[in-house]
């Protein structure tokens, strides 16, 4: 297995907008509705629960595989694991297949995570619904659920280079996050139905 050739298809799968997709097999342009994002969330306020439901395990599976691959053949201190990481991460923001115009990433980063650390993933989703329950902002929870992530990976004792690529990756998803940071702060944020 090569390195490179790893990291460039964990770029590739991750520029595999699925919920674009869906959506537009259903007659919908995912990005001229509700927030406009192409994430699971906005697939839900326009076609259900269902539907994001799959927008979110296949934007998982899609950040998680590469990293398994990367975990068997190179190991979990590995940089090539870094770099894999990052890669379906970024493939999912800017994807070559979509003008390079992605999403936030929380779900294809949780997915990233499973492959590095099944419980601080099942910590990080309990925070993400205890979140969501509380506050009923599905950005807020994202925001949270994936800050954790870096702190639960520290505390479970995982390498140095793990550590790094999860601060990386908060860092990716806040900036996406930055205009619902600014709607947060001011008060006006969507609700998980309205737009
Ligand atoms: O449309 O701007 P919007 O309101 O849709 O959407 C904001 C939202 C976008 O994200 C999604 C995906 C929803 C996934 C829900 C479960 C997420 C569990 C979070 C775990 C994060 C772990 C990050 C690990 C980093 C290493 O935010």
Known sequence: MDSLLLILFAYLLGSVLFGEHIARAKGVDIRSVGSGNVGATNVGRALGIKYAVLVFLLDTLKGL??????????????WTIVFVGIASVLGHIFPIFHSFKG??????????????SPLASIVCLII????????????????????SAPLLLFILGYPFKVLLMSFVIVFLV??????????????REHGFKGS
């Open 103 to 116: 999403g936030k990433a929380v779900a294809t980063s949780l997915g990233v995570l499973l492959g590095l």
């Open 174 to 187: 806040f900036c996406r996050h930055r205009d619902n940071i600014a709607r947060l702060l001011e008060g």
């Open 65 to 78: 595989f590469p990293v398994v691959l990367a975990r068997i053949y190179f190991g979990i201190d590995s």
């Open 128 to 147: 993400w619904y205890a979140v969501f329950k509380l506050k009923g902002y599905v950005s807020l929870a994202s925001l949270t659920a994936s800050a």
